[in-house]
């Protein structure tokens, strides 16, 4: 979500083209608005307005913008409305500083609020402006640039990253605290961005950054300094030797094992977004007053409907009616009316059996909203208010991180409508991290076996039976067996029949869920079936299962999301082990168009 790019070269130059292509490959992280500024001499150029990189280039001519040093930004909205005031980079308070940022300053309101009582003028309610104004605050105390960001950085509460520049200097300087950032090093000029992609068209020659360093980049150098006591940190650059598709893939050998990993940190990103969107209220407020409410999607979107038609009894006391977005029309449609409310959830945005859906809802007088995760997508442009799911670009074709954010998002929302405190989900991104850490490992060790069989079955029960689903339908889609995902206690009413000697069944379980998964699992270990549990540590579960795949200690409604970890891990591996490409499953396609 949003990224920065910025350049210092040798001589004035026209860098409008670099910073445009430089924005376009940072397009992928998802954004809103698009922005540029050059620094020449004792001149600031800056220009930015909301839309699409290549229009925002049209309308304001960036490609005409020169100067020594220059920076663009690609914002998704988070703090103030995506608006041109709002779009980055921003100006210190006399317009002799320019500066950007990625990531999220979470005490943006309390600290605009400082800037103007400090007399700072303050243009926006972009917390990348406050990432300006705190240098600025050190810099009028008379200090150094360094000192000035070790200043900010004490003030600026979040994970972000920034880079500012100022008139009649040489120098660019970046900092990194929680958001990527990394340098390129070329023949006359250095540069910095938010991720590799933007820099490796220009140099191969990279430093990586870490947390609490800042840097300072002239064009033939850079330095950096801890923000800690400001010492010198030497660093040798590394020369990036793979592939453009290889550097996208992150070092992971498929789209899709990237993606699972991606999870901890787009959880983090989404739950940040949700914090600070008045579109949240809105969403809350029309539910709580809705005599009935759906909850739309199709495939791996519905699975996270039927999660959240879950949490929302549990923690609301709120009945929802999840639905797959083919059956509403037939079904529901003759019944619903203004005083109901619709939730349409596709990550593509484009799935034409979820939009068929939404302009009947509409016709009918229904208020609808979207969650989505491609931001100019059909749905998020028909629909008044939507959610973002702010999970980056989901190459791989099977839902994996687009996945998780749905049910965190779906989660956010029942614990804000209940009034239960959000902060208890702040664990989730340390939680996902520890899931997949441990699991992995487990779960390779039962691929082998499991991948003998071609008819499987996944079951969970409460919370964890969309999970179940979830999992089956990852196996069917990318390994090409046949995985029937089912509410356990269902199974000994005709798939039982189905045991044999040494067939694996997967069984997923919330804590408080284990006496009757406990039920099912015996059912099948006596009729000589392979019971593999994913849940929590539990005495019962170890004598009972003849695996288990065991999740960190968790909140039952949290702990019913990591269940889903363990199981993406093994469809992949699966699929890997079977020769399969997991990113781009046979028959299959990303987004579907057509009925
Ligand atoms: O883009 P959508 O979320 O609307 O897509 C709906 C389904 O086609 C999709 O979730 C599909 O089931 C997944 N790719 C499966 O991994």
């Known amino acids: 979500m949003c990224g920065i790019f910025g350049i210092v070269t040798a001589q004035e130059q026209n860098l409008g083209p670099i910073l445009i292509e430089a924005a376009r490959r940072l397009t992928y992280r998802g954004y809103d608005s698009v ?12 220009r930015k307005d909301t839309g699409r990189v290549d229009d925002v280039a049209a309308r304001h001519g960036l490609a005409e913008m ?64 406050s990432c300006v104004h705190a240098t600025e605050r050190y810099i009028n105390r008379g200090m150094d640039f360094i000192e000035a960001i070790r200043g900010a950085h004490a003030d600026l509460q979040g994970d972000y990253a920034f880079v500012i520049g100022k008139i009649n200097d040489d120098k660019l300087y970046a900092i990194k605290k929680g958001s990527g950032l990394v340098v390129g090093i ?5 540069c910095v961005s938010s991720d590799l992609p933007s820099i490796l068209p220009l140099t191969r020659k990279v430093l990586r950054i870490q947390d609490g360093e800042i840097i300072t980049l002239w064009a033939d150098r850079v ?53 600070g969107s008045s579109d949240v209220q809105t969403v809350i407020e029309k539910i709580r007053a809705a005599r009935h409410v759906y909850f739309i999607g199709c495939g791996t979107s519905y699975h996270a409907c039927l999660a959240g038609a879950v949490y929302f009894a549990q923690v609301v006391g709120k009945a929802v009616i ?22 349409f959830v596709s990550q593509s945005g484009e799935t034409k059996d979820v939009l068929n859906a939404l302009q009947s809802a509409e016709a009918r007088g229904m208020t609808c909203f979207g969650l989505a995760n491609v931001i100019g997508s059909t749905l998020t442009k028909a629909t008044s208010c939507w959610l973002p799911l702010c999970c980056g670009y989901e190459i791989s074709v099977p839902a994996t991180k687009t996945f998780t954010n749905q049910v965190v998002t779906f989660l956010y929302l029942a614990y804000r409508l209940g009034g239960r405190d959000v902060r208890e989900l702040d664990a989730i991104p340390a939680l996902m991290e520890q899931t997949i ?34 999992g089956a339908l990852k196996l069917k889609e990318i390994t090409y067996a046949h995985c029937e995902g089912m509410l356990s206690t269902e199974f000994k009413h005709g798939p039982l029949s189905a045991v044999t000697a040494g067939l694996p069944i997967l069984f997923a379980t919330g804590p408080d869920d284990v006496p009757v998964i406990i039920s099912g699992i015996n059912e099948v270990t006596c009729r000589g079936g392979r019971a593999i549990a994913i849940g929590q540590e539990d005495a019962r579960l170890r004598a009972n299962a003849s695996d288990l795949i065991t999740l960190p200690k968790a909140e039952a409604e949290i702990s019913s999301l990591l269940a889903v970890l363990p199981l993406q891990l093994l469809s992949y591996h699966m699929a890997v082990a079977r020769g399969y490409d997991p990113d781009f499953p046979r028959n299959l396609s990303k987004t579907l168009t057509v009925d």
């Open 35 to 46: 922005g540029a500024a050059t620094i020449s001499g004792a001149k600031i150029d800056l």
């Open 66 to 129: 020169s100067g020594s040093r220059g920076i663009t930004q690609l914002r998704w909205a988070t703090f103030g409305a995506p608006s041109q005031v709002n779009a980055q980079p921003h100006l210190d308070s006399d317009g002799d500083m320019v500066g950007a940022h990625n990531g999220n300053v979470v005490n943006n309101v309390e600290l605009r609020e400082q800037f103007l009582a400090e007399g700072m003028t303050v243009r926006s309610h972009n917390d990348g402006e």
């Open 186 to 190: 070329g023949e006359g000029f250095t």
């Open 223 to 275: 330095e950096l300094h801890s923000v800690k006591d400001g010492s010198l940190i030497q660093r040798e650059p590394e020369q990036i030797v793979e592939t453009m598709e290889a550097v996208q893939k992150g070092g992971f050998a498929h789209f899709m094992l990237k993606e699972i990993h991606d999870q901890p940190q787009v959880a983090r990103e989404v739950m940040h977004m949700l914090a």
């Open 322 to 343: 999840p639905v797959l977005a083919p059956q509403f029309i037939p079904q529901y449609l003759p019944a619903v009316g203004s005083e109901d409310v619709g939730l």
């Open 437 to 470: 850490r441990s699991t992995a490992p487990q779960v390779e060790a039962l691929v082998e076996a499991v991948n003998r069989w071609q008819d499987l079955y996944c079951l969970g029960y409460g919370a964890t039976y969309p999970m179940a689903l979830e």
